[in-house]
């Protein structure tokens, strides 16, 4: 094709005859329940993707780091998390580069979508298909193109693959901010839309849960004595919402607490989710929080424990994120692949690791949509295109074409 060498035309070529075993093995890890909180099931593809990494490089199952959330009664208990796949390949070349996936998918081991079947002969609906472990086949295949390849030394790269991306990545955020501080570039395994359209822009996200004590009384004797936590939350519930503006999203997402009618509630759980386009959005709504934090203390008389924090920043189009996706197009160009990218408000460890100061590409996996549900599917036609998208991006960042 025009704009390929003959060196990185003949790597490529290598990978025409990989779509059958490709999609072979989307089909037995997609079969395999990975839901964020099955820990067999996690332990299960922990232990795939070792034996799958393991000729690459240097193959390592990396503990989670020790993570509490608070429950119904507002009391921290220890979350359990799985095992993270790290993989490194040693090496003296000046740069290196950070490619990241997830094993672990939405759909827990209860939950009715877990097999999967074709819609039509390109398209297969599957639980985890697209999002991601599609995205990891399309990683492992082409760092194995890559490291056949005479490029292959000028490169130094690291692979994790952690077990809780769906849940915030609280486990693996130790393990993410490591690797990223050894690595100058970041490659994220995320599905592309099924245009092949990529992630740009993405806001951050912080998860909290706010523990509102009042006071218990009797519901019709004497009231007045009781401080109602519900009422409270819901009052700091309302509160937020109004935040809610361009640039940032504030989701009340769930009250939790009372009891019986007769009695005035003393204990209310409200958990909402917050999403910011830039810190400086951040910085206002942090601000904004205390007010009605404040506000909701001082009219009700309760007392208020803040749990949570913003685990991933935003992630905004600036130059240092524009070069990587420059090279990315022009690389898509030479391959005949239109590569373009728009705003998301979702949010992947691509933001973790934007927030060490690499460029990221979060979206280089395989071509599919409808993540999240039961009618989640991957363009099995995207298993190769996207495999020789990463493998000659890889081939010419270790030429050293990524722009200063």
Same mark, same amino acid.
């Given at each position: 094709?025009?704009?390929?060498?003959?060196?990185?035309?003949?790597?490529?070529?290598?990978?025409?005859?990989?779509?059958? !075993?490709?999609?072979?093995?989307?089909?037995?890890?997609?079969?395999?329940?990975?839901?964020? #909180?099955?820990?067999?099931?996690?332990?299960?593809?922990?232990?795939?993707?070792?034996?799958? %990494?393991?000729?690459?490089?240097?193959?390592?199952?990396?503990?989670?780091?020790?993570?509490?959330?608070?429950?119904?009664?507002?009391?921290?208990?220890?979350?359990?998390?799985?095992?993270?796949?790290?993989?490194?390949?040693?090496?003296?070349?000046?740069?290196?580069?950070?490619?990241? /996936?997830?094993?672990?998918?939405?759909?827990?081991?209860?939950?009715? $979508?877990? +097999?999967?079947?074709?819609?039509?002969?390109?398209?297969?609906?599957?639980?985890?298909?697209?999002?991601?472990?599609? /995205?990891?086949?399309?990683?492992?295949?082409?760092?194995?193109? %890559?490291? +056949?390849?005479? $490029?292959?030394?000028?490169?130094?790269?690291?692979?994790?693959?952690?077990?809780?991306?769906?849940?915030?990545?609280?486990?693996?955020?130790?393990?993410?901010?490591?690797?990223?501080?050894?690595?100058?570039?970041?490659?994220?395994?995320?599905?592309?839309?099924?245009?092949?359209?990529?992630?740009?822009? #993405?806001?951050?996200?912080?998860?909290?849960?706010?523990?509102?004590?009042?006071?218990?009384?009797?519901? /019709?004797?004497?009231?007045?004595?009781?401080?109602?936590?519900?009422?409270? !939350?819901?009052?700091?519930?309302? #509160?937020?919402?109004?935040?809610?503006?361009?640039?940032?999203?504030?989701?009340?997402?769930?009250?939790?607490?009372?009891?019986?009618?007769?009695?005035?509630?003393?204990?209310?759980?409200? #958990?909402?989710?917050?999403?910011?386009?830039?810190?400086?959005?951040?910085?206002?709504?942090?601000?904004?929080?205390?007010?009605?934090?404040?506000?909701?203390?001082?009219?009700?008389?309760?007392?208020?424990?803040?749990?949570?924090? %913003?685990?991933?920043?935003?992630?905004?189009?600036?130059?240092?994120?524009?070069?990587?996706?420059?090279?990315?197009?022009?690389?898509?160009?030479?391959? /005949?692949?239109?590569?373009?990218?728009?705003?998301?408000?979702?949010?992947?460890?691509?933001?973790?690791?934007?927030?060490?100061?690499?460029?990221?590409?979060?979206?280089?996996?395989?071509?599919?949509?409808?993540?999240?549900?039961?009618?989640?599917?991957?363009?099995?036609?995207?298993?190769?295109?996207?495999?020789?998208?990463?493998?000659?991006?890889?081939?010419?960042?270790?030429?050293?074409?990524?722009?200063?």
């Amino acid at each position: 094709m025009p704009g390929l060498s003959p060196s990185e035309a003949a790597v490529l070529e290598t990978l025409d005859a990989r779509h059958d !075993a490709m999609l072979a093995r989307v089909e037995a890890w997609a079969a395999i329940n990975s839901g964020s #909180r099955n820990m067999d099931g996690l332990a299960r593809m922990a232990d795939e993707l070792s034996a799958a %990494f393991a000729p690459l490089g240097e193959v390592a199952l990396r503990e989670p780091t020790l993570v509490e959330a608070v429950d119904a009664a507002g009391k921290p208990q220890p979350l359990a998390h799985g095992r993270n796949l790290h993989v490194q390949r040693h090496g003296n070349a000046m740069t290196r580069v950070l490619l990241t /996936g997830h094993m672990d998918t939405v759909f827990a081991v209860d939950h009715p $979508f877990q +097999a999967g079947r074709w819609i039509d002969e390109r398209t297969l609906n599957a639980p985890g298909a697209a999002d991601m472990k599609g /995205g990891i086949v399309v990683m492992l295949t082409a760092l194995e193109a %890559f490291e +056949a390849s005479p $490029f292959a030394k000028h490169l130094g790269w690291e692979v994790v693959i952690n077990s809780d991306e769906e849940v915030s990545s609280l486990g693996s955020g130790a393990l993410l901010s490591e690797a990223a501080q050894r690595c100058e570039v970041g490659l994220t395994y995320e599905p592309a839309l099924p245009d092949g359209t990529l992630a740009g822009a #993405r806001k951050g996200s912080g998860n909290f849960s706010a523990v509102i004590h009042g006071r218990a009384a009797h519901a /019709g004797r004497e009231p007045e004595k009781g401080r109602n936590a519900i009422v409270a !939350a819901s009052d700091l519930a309302m #509160r937020l919402a109004v935040l809610a503006r361009d640039g940032l999203s504030v989701n009340p997402a769930k009250i939790e607490g009372g009891g019986p009618n007769n009695i005035v509630p003393d204990l209310a759980v409200l #958990r909402f989710n917050v999403r910011p386009a830039t810190l400086a959005d951040q910085r206002a709504f942090d601000e904004a929080l205390a007010a009605a934090l404040h506000g909701v203390k001082s009219l009700h008389e309760v007392s208020i424990e803040l749990h949570g924090s %913003f685990a991933r920043l935003p992630k905004p189009m600036d130059p240092n994120q524009l070069r990587l996706f420059e090279l990315v197009k022009e690389a898509g160009a030479d391959l /005949g692949l239109p590569i373009g990218w728009r705003d998301t408000g979702g949010v992947c460890d691509g933001n973790n690791l934007a927030a060490h100061g690499l460029p990221v590409v979060d979206t280089l996996g395989v071509r599919g949509g409808a993540i999240h549900s039961a009618d989640e599917f991957m363009l099995a036609d995207s298993l190769v295109e996207r495999a020789k998208l990463s493998a000659l991006v890889l081939m010419r960042l270790a030429q050293g074409r990524l722009p200063s």
